[in-house]
């Protein structure tokens, strides 16, 4: 396998709620600070790691830390937990499925609804919903009161395992768009621009992070590194698929919150083609990335997006073809060591 399994595998299984990625800043410090000339951490809790460049200008990449999550939001009397979501959650992707409730300690957690067993007639053709699931730390209340309190996060437990030629497991929204983005500064060889490398904070509550790095950095221009859907899956209609598995990276034309610099997408599709790169087109209907933060920042940026096609996405079994990440370390290199300040004026 072409690419640093051990470190994807590091990234997808560590904790980080919105808000709490500070487990994952640790990682992302160490493996970029040796790639750049300064690192630091701003007030909302991004990595901003800059690498100086030949020529002026500013080149910010942004992969957010963050993974879909869960708050604390009441202990019952018999110590089971209700919670409220931090991000977009299908409700049926809970059933049966195992949690870290991040308390005055870790504790391992399942998530329980009303067993199928005694459900009527009426429960079994409705929908499950959020508020239909409890947290289960199989404490009795007492211990639970004293570990747990309102307002602690909640993440999903899963191992990072490989599956035939593909790598399944959880967060790789967006930890494989981190590992693209350290992967890609190890991989470039020279950088026209100052590289701004930015690990990004609360993206799944509304790219907040982002927002914060590209006010303070004002790039001139802007690559966020993120998943799209691969629902090239048997009850998908072909013209619906929006990425492969398999069909290399994709680059975004478009998605719910942005249409991305069409020079910088037409640029990285020439990258592509000169480089060998297998690559795709991504045009995702609904959702957004960091691209648009990066696109509002500052004086307004030249922003782009590489995306790595994803099964399953936002569950714990969320599924990546290890090629594909290699074509999107290849492009983010290819990018840092060609692209110029004044490249993609409109």
């Given amino acids: ?45 991004n990595v901003v790691a800059m690498k100086k460049g030949s020529e002026e200008g500013r ?14 939001s009441h202990i019952g009397d018999t110590g089971f937990l209700h919670f409220v979501p931090l991000g ?49 730390l199989g404490l009795p209340v007492e211990k639970v009161k ?37 992967e890609g500064l190890r991989a470039s060889k020279s950088n026209r621009m100052d590289i701004y490398a930015v690990g990004s904070a609360q993206e799944e509550i509304g ?16 690559i966020a590194l993120d998943v799209t859907l691969a629902n090239d899956v048997p009850f998908v209609e072909q013209h619906l698929f929006v990425s492969k598995l398999g069909g290399g990276t994709a680059i975004k034309a478009y998605d719910g919150s942005v249409v991305p610099n069409w020079k910088l997408r037409d640029r990285m599709r020439e990258l592509c083609e000169e480089r060998g790169i297998p690559h ?5 209907p609904r959702g957004g990335t960091d691209t648009a933060a990066i696109q509002r920042g500052g004086k307004g940026a030249a922003a782009g997006c590489i995306s790595v096609p994803t099964r399953y996405v936002h569950s714990v079994i969320e599924t990546v073809h290890p090629d594909d990440v290699d074509a999107s370390i290849q492009l983010m290199a290819a990018l840092i060591e060609t692209c110029g300040k004044d490249d993609f004026r409109l």
Avoid at 15 to 22: N, R, V
Avoid at 280 to 284: D, I, K, T
């Fill in 146 to 182: 004293e570990l747990v309190r309102v307002g602690d996060v909640v993440t999903r437990e899963r191992e990072i395992v490989l599956m035939g030629d593909l790598i399944n497991g959880k967060s790789f929204d967006d930890r494989v768009g981190v590992f693209v983005m350290i």
């Fill in 88 to 136: 977009g959650f299908d409700p049926k992707t809970l059933t049966a499925q195992r949690v870290i409730v991040h308390g005055r300690e870790d504790l391992l957690g399942v998530m329980g609804s009303k067993p199928i067993h005694i459900m009527t007639d009426e429960d079994r053709k409705k929908t499950l919903r959020l508020e239909d699931f409890t947290i289960d």
């Fill in 207 to 222: 790219i907040r992070g982002a927002m914060v790095a590209a006010r303070n950095i004002d790039p001139d221009l802007g």
């Fill in 280 to 284: 795709q087109m991504e045009v995702l």
């Fill in 1 to 45: 396998m072409a690419i640093n399994l051990p470190l994807l595998k590091e990234l997808c299984e560590i904790p980080g709620a919105p808000g709490h990625e500070e487990r994952v800043r640790k990682i992302v410090i160490r493996e970029l600070e040796p790639l750049c000339d300064s690192i630091e951490v701003d007030g909302i809790g």
């Fill in 59 to 72: 080149f910010m990449m942004s992969g957010h830390m963050d993974e879909i999550s869960f708050m604390v």
